[in-house]
């Protein structure tokens, strides 16, 4: 997949992007016992009382 941008703010706005939404939440993390940070932090959640 070649994606062309005008300007060099539009490539690192995707490449931010990219990183943000899509690594940083989907990779496992060695210092998260090797879960993903969403896995992480609904497994540590507190539960509210109904």
Same mark, same amino acid.
Request: glycine share 0%; no cysteine; aromatic share 10%.
């Given at each position: 997949?070649?994606? =062309?941008?005008s300007?060099?703010?539009? +490539?690192?706005?995707?490449? *931010? %992007? ?9 990779? =496992? ?5 090797? +879960?993903?940070p969403?896995? *992480? %932090?609904?497994?540590?959640q ?5």
């Open positions: 997949n070649r994606q =062309r941008w300007t060099r703010v539009e +490539l690192a706005s995707a490449i *931010f %992007e990219y990183l943000e939404i899509f690594h940083n939440r989907q990779r =496992r993390h060695s210092s998260l016992s090797m +879960l993903t969403v896995e *992480f %932090e609904a497994r540590h507190p539960t509210t009382a109904a």
